[in-house]
């Protein structure tokens, strides 16, 4: 790996394993299994295998394992694991950290599935302890003795909390435990997670990486010893392992991110700073406006505000869905980090199978409307959002 360059230069370049061919793109190798030469041969690949060498696609693959290079180089770690989607990342991490008896602290406010992994976790007998995660004090006193993980989104989905990577990873490393950051708001290219004390950096790929809404994907970013030791054993035993294929649309995906999540996050200050104070709002949450309540950590973590907005409506639900049905560029799905901009009721649909009282707790509220800005022109942007505004 080029430790010396720079990251738009990583992304279009890092990793790449040329065949005998030369091709100029990435080859996607889309096996599963490889020949040997000789009985012996076979015997020796499983007995060790060597920088170029693979057996089977579930333990790896010479598509994925350049994704792999490429997303551990970008993100500053010593190795990285491809996982066939963000969950499988973040179960295989989980799994790879901790058995019965062991305790998680974690994070209230999360994307759902996170919050079903922990119950899932729960059932075999580990401890788990939900916290706000922006109130330093109480990751401290939730601490115990079994601690081993301490988990959390460094932007939280949906209500856009900013948690302190360093904050957190002073707490837990005190404690002899390992933090975990679900990363998938911040994307790479804002993040300084593992210069902040993350251990464990994991990404749902299927957002701003892939960046076209195509495939599923996720990746686990640490330590060499960590990711070739109980993550690979974890995740490759227990089939959650990327496409090669859709490793294949990720190194494309990554060549252009810095680009996309750039003018992406410019487009979300720009529509944010524009509709904020708009009589139909009770408030315009976004860590890139000064009224954010972390709004200096998210600069300060993340150097910028990111690509994601949310909108609470004063009129609830009705004038939420009034907003939704008048957007007429920004499509209404759950996907975020696309070149499209996307609109999400979250009460009605990620978080549908929460109760309403565990929704308050975490934040989503009827009136709440989460939106990914896309790359679209910044201008009719704000003007799809403003007429949308208006009919709410
Ligand atoms: C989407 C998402 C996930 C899950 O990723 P998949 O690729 O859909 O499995 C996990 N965490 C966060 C914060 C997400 O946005």
């Excluded at 770690?77 to 602290?105: P, Q, R, W, Y």
Aim: glycine share 10%; aromatic share 8%.
């Amino acid at each position: 790996m080029s430790q010396d360059w720079n990251t738009r230069t990583k992304l279009v370049h890092e990793g790449t394993r040329r065949s005998q061919y030369g091709e100029m793109a990435e080859a996607m190798f889309l096996t599963q299994g490889f020949v040997y030469p000789s009985a012996e041969a076979a015997e020796a690949r499983f007995d060790a295998l060597g920088e170029d060498e693979f057996i089977y696609a579930r333990y790896g693959n010479p598509t994925t394992r350049m994704f792999e290079d490429r997303m551990a180089s970008i993100e500053g770690t010593e190795d990285a694991f491809a996982c066939a989607s963000g969950m499988a990342a973040i179960n295989g991490a989980l799994c790879a950290l901790v058995k019965a008896g062991d305790h998680v602290v974690a994070a209230r406010q999360m994307f759902g599935s996170c919050l079903k992994v922990l119950e899932f976790l729960q059932g075999f007998g580990v401890e788990v302890t939900l916290v706000d995660g922006v109130d330093l004090a109480q990751w401290q006193a939730a601490m115990r003795p079994n601690t081993k993980v301490c988990f959390f989104e460094s932007v939280s989905n949906p209500g856009l909390e900013v948690i302190d990577i360093a904050g957190v990873a002073k707490i837990a490393h005190a404690g002899g435990a390992m933090v975990l950051v679900d990363n998938a708001f911040a994307s790479p290219i804002f993040s300084r997670a593992a210069e902040l004390g993350a251990d464990i950096i994991v990404y749902s790929s299927t957002k701003h990486i892939d960046g076209g809404g195509r495939v599923l994907g996720g990746v686990v970013c640490a330590s060499r010893d960590f990711i070739r030791g109980p993550l690979e054993t974890y995740v490759k035993h227990t089939g959650g392992a990327m496409s090669p294929f859709h490793a294949w649309v990720m190194l494309s995906g990554l060549q252009t991110l810095d680009l996309r999540v750039r003018a992406q996050a410019s487009n979300a200050a720009g529509v944010a700073s524009a509709i904020a104070g708009h009589d139909n709002l009770v408030r315009t949450i976004y860590p890139g406006l000064v009224t954010h309540p972390q709004h200096a950590l998210a600069i300060e973590q993340m150097g910028a505000g990111g690509t994601m907005v949310a909108l609470e409506f004063r009129g609830g639900k009705e004038a939420a869905f009034r907003f939704l049905n008048a957007l007429k560029i920004i499509l209404i799905s759950n996907n975020l980090g696309d070149a499209r901009s996307i609109a999400t009721h979250p009460a009605t649909t990620t978080h549908s199978s929460m109760s309403a009282e565990k929704r308050a707790e975490v934040g989503v509220t009827d009136g709440l409307v989460r939106i990914s800005m896309g790359i679209e022109d910044g201008a009719d942007l704000v003007a799809d959002i403003r007429q949308a505004l208006d009919a709410a």
